[in-house]
């Protein structure tokens, strides 16, 4: 072949390679930019953080209760498919604290549902604590005491502005705002008429059994005047008051007072008035209950009942479902129209998942949830009144407290190994129980050990799940003031409530987690393991502030 021949052909060769190339590489950055939002103003970091978390919410909801507003969320933002809770115990007292500190339970102050206060950070010494009844300072001392940082707090010194978290229940408005909160709103107790100011005053007298807005620097205009929108009538059950976890007025279904709409609605109607009024705000963290409770009640997924009875229909799922995605969507439009939307973070999550009980081992009596739940006597509450299924525990008389809701954890009087040993192999005796581990502390280091299991009893899939995660979830909340024992239940074992979280079974496990806002891909579905002690360091990496070092969490962009 002639040489000058040879030479084109090569060169030929090099022109089609060089095409190509640049063929490839401009699809594919193409595909990218198609990927990558990009804002008309150019904003390169978020200015505001809208933070909501539907309490219990599963993925599944979405599709069978018709959520339009957050699967239209899911088409604007970057959804994790892989998401789970990340942490024992499952609950929202404590994953809102994780959410907002990236802290893992075994760091936070508190690791469930009853804290064994070894350092005396409250009070006496080793005195056990509801955490759910805590009061606000003491919440606040707890999360300052154990150094937890604060998502509120370092939004507010970086972006300057006010903060806010609003919730209907306190103990997640508390946990979930901290001591760097400027502005947090929740429902008091009920007003009754020995303890209500005024009364019995005739101005004061219809609010008896109602509950008022409450918190840190509440503003006036949600105050003010008493007995006005954001008070609500406490005392109506709906016909649920046979059901072990009765509706107790309007604070979690929107009841049908159209001048006092409680649950979620009230929620959101706090929030946007606070985003209406408070011209310096740039961070929103709200909680919507609605889901959790009527969950708790008619037993989560399997509540579909759509009735003739306008009543009937307001207190079930497919009703509540709906409600609470529209108040999402007021959120978003609330933003659009203050011209913030395309300048705001949304993060849309849960605190937990939720089971059916196909097995269920409490007592089905009206109001026997918090029986059900607890064993014990703690310094702001006492439960003495157990479920007949714990009296083999109960009969070893080393039982200082316990909790059973999804899974069975037990704090003893004698630690001795010798009575951990035995507290585990009675626990294991307990019907649905598949594995129990007693924790043990080597070095000044907590751990759980296992004393037996049988996961022969599982299908291949729960079987997978529990040998991945279990002593994963385990260690999360290995502590002193953690439980000494756990019994680890099989999924659809409840012990309180028909509809129930607090494990680690993968139904509760699994949930959503959404992001939307300035450079978050679109429409995508990322197939990265995901966990809630994983939120705060993503939010403060995507808004350009430096991730603590005490976080557990990493950014997961």
Not at 371 to 386: D, K, Q, V
């Amino acid at each position: 072949m002639p040489k000058q021949r040879f030479t084109l052909i090569i060169w030929k060769t090099r022109i089609w390679v060089f095409l190509f190339l640049g063929l490839f590489i401009s699809f594919s950055f193409s595909d990218l930019t198609a990927q990558t939002p990009i804002s008309d103003s150019g904003i390169t970091k978020p200015e505001y953080l809208v933070l909501i978390v539907l309490d219990q919410l599963r993925l599944e909801h979405l599709d069978r209760f018709h959520m339009t507003n957050l699967k239209a969320l899911q088409r604007e933002g970057t959804f994790f498919q892989n998401t789970y809770v990340g942490h024992m115990t499952s609950l929202t007292v404590v994953s809102h604290p994780v959410i907002t500190t990236g802290l893992l339970p075994k760091h936070l102050g508190w690791a469930d549902g009853v804290l064994r206060d070894e350092a005396g950070t409250l009070g006496k010494r080793g005195a056990y604590y509801l955490t759910m009844e805590l009061k606000k300072d003491q919440y606040f001392q707890l999360l300052k005491s154990y150094g937890a940082p604060s998502l509120p707090g370092l939004l507010h010194q970086y972006k300057g502005g006010k903060t806010v978290a609003v919730s209907v229940k306190p103990y997640a408005a508390y946990s979930f705002g901290g001591p760097g909160t400027d502005i947090i709103v929740t429902l008091s107790g009920k007003y009754k008429s020995d303890s209500y100011p005024g009364y019995p005053d005739s101005t004061y007298a219809g609010l008896v059994g109602w509950r008022g807005p409450v918190g840190v620097n509440v503003p006036s205009y949600i105050s003010q005047p008493i007995g006005g929108r954001f008070y609500l009538d406490s005392k109506n059950t709906y016909g649920t008051e046979g059901n072990i976890y009765p509706l107790d007025g309007d604070r979690f279904v929107p009841g049908l007072d159209p001048n006092h709409l409680g649950g979620d609605i009230w929620a959101t109607d706090v929030a946007l008035s606070v985003m209406r009024n408070e011209q310096d705000w740039h961070a929103i963290l709200i909680t919507l209950g609605g889901i959790d409770k009527v969950g708790h009640m008619f037993g989560t997924l399997t509540d579909t009942q759509i009735s003739l009875d306008p009543l009937m229909n307001m207190i079930h799922m497919p009703n509540i479902a709906r409600v609470a995605d529209e108040q999402v969507g007021r959120i978003v439009r609330e933003l659009k129209a203050q011209g913030k939307y395309e300048k705001t973070l949304l993060v849309v999550t849960t605190d937990h998942g939720a089971q059916p009980a196909d097995y269920f081992y409490g007592v089905m009596k009206p109001g026997r949830s918090g029986e059900n739940l607890h064993y014990g006597r703690a310094e702001n509450g006492a439960y003495l009144s157990p479920s007949p299924v714990l009296k083999p525990l109960i009969q070893t008389q080393n039982i200082d407290f316990s909790i059973q809701d999804s899974a069975i954890r037990v704090w003893l009087k004698d630690r001795s190994e010798p009575k951990l040993k035995e507290a585990a192999r009675v626990v294991l005796t307990l019907p649905g129980v598949i594995a129990a581990y007693y924790k043990v502390s080597e070095n000044g280091v907590f751990q759980y050990r296992l004393e037996g299991k049988d996961f022969a009893v599982l299908d291949m899939d729960q079987r997978r799940w529990f040998e991945e995660h279990t002593d994963e979830l385990l260690s999360t909340m290995a502590a002193p003031y953690a439980a000494d024992v756990v019994g680890v239940l099989k999924n659809h074992v409840n012990y309180a409530m028909v509809g129930e979280h607090g494990g680690l079974q993968e139904p509760v496990q699994r949930i959503p987690l959404l992001f939307v806002g300035p450079n978050i891909p679109r429409g995508e579905v990322s197939k990265a393991p995901a966990r809630l002690v994983d939120v705060a360091p993503t939010i403060l990496s995507l808004m350009g502030i430096e991730i603590p070092e005490k976080m557990d969490g990493k950014a997961l962009f």
